[in-house]
């Protein structure tokens, strides 16, 4: 797969040299081409870099890996993106983490999508990059879970393919509408950490989504313990 990256940061850097590992060929792009050449050169496997627009025009995916607040810049030099597959890792966030920037909005995926008429998925916006570089991002044994927000069926195979190859399972999270809910969780758990809390302890697991799997309900509709 071709893969044009925009931005020449530590998530460009962290995904943009796995799949460059896996066999896809990565171009990346920045305001300062400079930059861009320097991280391709560090993440050899044939990566290239360059102009925001020669790695936009490059991809067959492009990611935006830049800090939302750059977000619009960095569209306006990639050129046109209409139809194309773009992954959205941004998250529109300020610390104590009280609130988004995007605020009572549209999400900050949902922005780019009206901006570029772009095929959005949004993706990695979960973990810090260095967890993006574990190879793989598993714990416990438990390979990582990364969420997918998006409409297009074909720009989220292509997506859920990039998820695999980092070692990582696929999620679904439901329609780009839906982006704002994974951008806001994001927030909420960066908050817990930052308060030095555990954000999984308050999961339960799977089986329980629905209730205590040990109460059954008896004729009279009350739940009783099973057992």
Known sequence: MRIGVLGAGAMADAL????ARK????????RTPAKAAALAGRIGHGA?????????????????????????????????LEGRVLIDCTNPMEPPFERLKTADGPSAARRI???????VVKAFNTCHESVWRMTPPA????????????DDEEALAAVRELVTDLGCVPMNGGSLERAGLLEATTAFMVGLW??????????????????????????????????
């Open 16 to 19: 943009a040299t796995q799949w």
């Open 23 to 30: 066999g896809h060929e990565v171009r990346i792009g920045a």
């Open 48 to 80: 290239a870099g360059g102009t925001l627009r020669e790695a936009a025009e490059f991809g067959d995916v492009v990611l935006v890996a830049v800090w939302h607040e750059g977000v619009p810049d960095v569209l306006r030099e990639a050129g046109p």
């Open 113 to 119: 999508a009206d901006a570029t008429g772009a095929r």
């Open 139 to 150: 714990f416990g044994g438990r390979p990582l879970g990364v969420p997918l927000c998006g």
């Open 194 to 227: 930052v308060a030095g809390e555990d954000p999984s302890a308050m999961l339960p697991p799977p089986e329980y989504a629905g209730g205590d799997p040990r109460r059954t309900s008896g004729p009279d509709g009350i739940s009783k313990i099973a057992g």
